[in-house]
């Protein structure tokens, strides 16, 4: 029987990148902390982790007890839930994780609705970028993850979680105040020779912008790189180029320099989901409920329908 204290610190190697990263999170020292790998890896029959001078990466092997590991982690934090609500304990916290323009447009009048609902209730909130974060959920170190999905990049898998769309938000071209398509519905064509502002290769917008402009037939330049919409809008209202932003960043935008449009001939859009276990804590429906309500009343996005099934890790 493995044990899943020395699981624990598999997984902690997996996120952390590095036998000192892991072991200051678990408050080991790096010996001790190796030293437990080398008895799990003693325990299975195989290497679990190459150990390098950059770091620790894990072997297929690891991979696959990584995965059976965060599951069981999430199962034992179940249980000891489930226990404690016999016991009459009511769920006293909740983990979230959520990417950076949802911590601006969802989360503060949902997570101050919340606090205001269910005072005992202690919030916790961490920056996670998408794809990352399931892991987290899986395990139960994060009892809610809010993470999106734009067109072109498909979902990670999430073997057994539950996916529920929050909202739609549309995707519009941004452009400085006296661009010309302030009075027009552009498509990406008449927009080929525009200097565009964007991710870099890889990150899910310019996936999404590569995607929609490989489908439209055109090329398109992308000059000015950066994830940060603010960063995209300034650059935007000092004339340097064009963008295809989420509307609700635009309506949480107190930047008045730009204009924007829809793209003729598409409908392109970032979907926001909520993911969480099956069988999650008490506060995670409430707090899903209270997300979806601020998400009905964003301006121009337009909520999703609510999944009843577990994803089965599309």
Partial sequence: MLDANRVRVLVEVARAGSIAAAAERLSFTPPALSQQLTKLEREVGCRLVERGRTGAVLTRAGEVLLE??????GELRDAETAVRAVAGERADRLALGAFASAG?????GALAAFGHEHPH????LSDIEPPDGFGLV??????????????GVPMPR??????????????RVVAPIGHPVADTEPSLADLADEEWICGAPGIHNR?????????AGVTLTVAYETRDYEVALALITAGVGVALLPQSVL???????????????????????AVHRP???????????????TAARSPRTREGPMSSAADGGR
Wanted: net charge neutral.
């Fill in 104 to 108: 601006k447009v969802l989360l503060p």
């Fill in 207 to 215: 996936v999404s912008l590569d995607t929609a402009a490989e489908a």
């Fill in 251 to 273: 309506d949480a935008s107190h930047n008045g320099g730009w204009v924007s449009r829809p793209l003729s001939g598409t409908h392109l859009a970032r979907e926001i989901y």
């Fill in 279 to 293: 069988r999650p804590p008490e506060p995670v429906p409430d707090m899903v409920a209270t997300l979806r309500r």
């Fill in 68 to 73: 059976h590991g965060e599951r069981v982690l």
């Fill in 121 to 124: 209730v202690r919030l916790s």
């Fill in 158 to 171: 999430a073997g057994g979680l539950h996916r529920e769309r929050l909202l739609v938000d549309p995707l």
């Fill in 138 to 151: 899986t395990s139960g170190d994060l009892d809610l993850l809010i993470t999106h999905r734009y067109p």
